[in-house]
C-alpha cells in the first residue's frame, strides 16, 4: 500500500501514520503546515529534505492545524482499531513511531511560549512501562497550550514522582501506561495520594487502561477528594 503523491499532505501524513509508513512523513508534515497557511512558496528543500524558512509566528497556526486535523485524528483512528482488536499492539506501535517522528518535525514550527504559565504538570510514563510516545504527545499538547510540563521520563518509581511534586508544587499530575502488567502502578500511586491526603488531581491515560479501571482505583478505600481523572485522549486532559 503506496502513499499516493497527489493527496494532500496532511492527508499523505495521515495514512502514513493509519499505516506505519514513516519514510516521508516529515516531509508531508511542512507541506501540510505551508498548505494550511496557504503559502506554499516557503517550502525550502535541502537535498529532499523540506523546510520553512519563516519565523514561528508565521507556521504556528499551520502547525496546530496540521496537529488537530491530520495527525491527532490519525492516531485516534489507530487507537480505535486497537481497541476492536483490528490492529495487534506492535503495529500501534510502529503507528506511534511514525507519529513521533511527524510530531518531532511539526515542533520546530510551534511558537514557544515564555512567560505566564496556566499551570504545572509533572508528568511520566509509571514504573516498569518503556513506553514513553504517548506520554510525550500529551506533553507537546500540554507545553503548547501554555502549561509547564515537568516530565520524568519512563520507568518512573513512585518515589521519584513523589520527589518531583515536593520540589515544584504542581497543579496535576499526569500518568501514563500502556500495559495491563504496568497500569497497577496508578493504583500504588492513588492509594498513596489518598493515604497522604496529597491534594492534587491524578490524570490517568494509556491504551492499558479504561474509564472502569479509574473509577475502581478512585473509589477503593474512600473517595480521593481531589480526583482521579481517566483521559481517553490528550484533549480530554486539558480539559480537565
Avoid at 510540563?149 to 519512563?154: S, T
Avoid at 513523589?162 to 501514563?176: C, M, R, T
Amino acid at each position: 500500500m503506496d502513499v499516493d503523491p497527489t493527496w494532500a499532505p496532511g492527508k499523505r501524513a495521515y495514512f502514513r501514520i493509519l499505516n506505519r509508513l514513516k519514510d516521508g512523513i516529515e516531509n508531508d508534515v511542512v507541506s501540510a503546515i505551508a498548505e494550511k497557511i496557504g503559502k506554499n512558496e516557503i517550502i525550502k528543500n535541502n537535498n529532499g529534505a523540506l523546510s520553512l524558512d519563516v519565523p514561528q509566528t508565521i507556521t504556528h497556526d499551520g502547525a496546530i492545524r496540521t496537529l488537530n486535523e491530520d495527525l491527532l485524528p490519525a492516531m485516534k483512528e489507530v487507537g480505535d482499531k486497537f481497541g476492536s482488536g483490528e490492529l495487534i499492539l506492535p503495529f500501534v506501535l510502529k503507528s506511534a513511531e511514525c507519529m513521533k517522528a511527524a510530531v518531532g518535525e511539526l515542533e520546530k514550527y510551534l511558537v514557544k511560549e515564555e512567560g505566564t504559565s496556566k499551570g504545572k504538570l509533572v508528568l511520566g510514563t509509571v514504573y516498569g512501562d518503556v513506553h514513553d510516545i504517548g506520554k510525550n504527545l500529551v506533553k507537546t499538547i500540554f507545553q503548547n497550550n501554555g502549561y509547564t510540563v515537568y516530565d520524568l521520563g519512563k520507568q518512573v518509581p513512585l518515589q521519584k514522582f513523589l520527589d518531583k511534586i515536593d520540589e515544584v508544587k504542581p497543579d496535576a499530575i499526569g500518568l501514563s501506561a500502556l500495559l495491563v502488567s504496568t497500569s497497577k502502578q496508578m493504583q500504588y500511586f492513588v492509594e498513596h495520594a489518598r493515604k497522604n491526603n496529597m491534594g492534587i488531581p491524578i490524570l490517568c491515560g494509556g491504551a492499558a487502561i479504561n474509564s472502569n479501571y479509574i473509577n475502581r482505583i478512585a473509589k477503593e478505600g474512600g473517595i480521593y477528594e481531589s480526583g482521579v481523572f481517566y483521559c481517553n485522549t490528550m484533549f480530554e486532559g486539558l480539559k480537565t
